[in-house]
């Protein structure tokens, strides 16, 4: 349903799906307006709550789980049509989370306190992940360093680029991002990667960044750059051990591939 359109709840309802009640009341907004929400809204969030926790966040689509987070930040307010407007805007619940606040705000019915409460989600889930790979080896915890950076990085609109710092028994010991670029180019200094080794003791290093457009396909500039890293850090006697690329629904692996 279009923002900012009044439309009335008797013959078009804001829940389809919802059983017309003779308590619905004469519109939604006159309701609302009251500080108490319609008993169909109510109901509504009930039924979707009773399915959560019946069959968790894989017995819901986007649309539902996205509901879900917005009831917590606008309790007065029907939430339907502003989650089915977010995931039109930005394509799923991954990357309405980690849209960039301003363009969130530009979503009608979006406020401080709900671009606040996604990104606080969105700070739960990539630190949840990352508590699953540090401090342990890359080698034994491989599939979940994959997600932790699928999580933190692939529906990023921008170029990301981050370096994992490992110990001599191949541990994750520190995890930085390093820069942050345009749609296709992040700028990376290998003098810069090669000392902040240096400075955490590191003995072998990752690369990671994110291709925005989804195809994590390295560019010419992508292998250059790898190169000039390996060069600063090969005397120093720290390994590069790979350079990820990840896209929006896999990832590309330097050494996997050849290319390292």
Known sequence: ????????????????????????????????STGRLPSYIKDHRSRLRDRFR???AAAMPDYELLELVLFRSLPRQDVKP??????????????????RPERLAQVKGVGEALITDLKVLEAAAQRMARAKVMRRQVISSWDALLDYCHTAMAHRSTEHFRVLFLDRKNCLIADEEQARG???????????????ALDLNASAVILVHNHPSGDPSPSASDIDMTERVNQALSPLGIVLHDHLI?????????RSEGLL
């Open 54 to 56: 019946d069959g968790g």
């Open 246 to 254: 990840i896209g929006s629904a896999a990832e590309l692996s330097f």
């Open 1 to 32: 349903m279009a923002q900012g359109k009044t439309r009335n709840a008797a013959t078009l309802p804001l829940f389809p799906d919802a059983p017309l009640t003779g308590d619905r009341p004469a519109t939604a907004g006159a309701a609302l």
């Open 82 to 99: 502003l989650a089915h407007q977010l995931l039109k805007q930005f394509g799923d619940f991954s990357r309405v989370v980690s849209a």
């Open 182 to 196: 345009t749609v296709d180019h992040v700028p990376v200094y290998p003098r810069e990667v090669a000392k902040r």
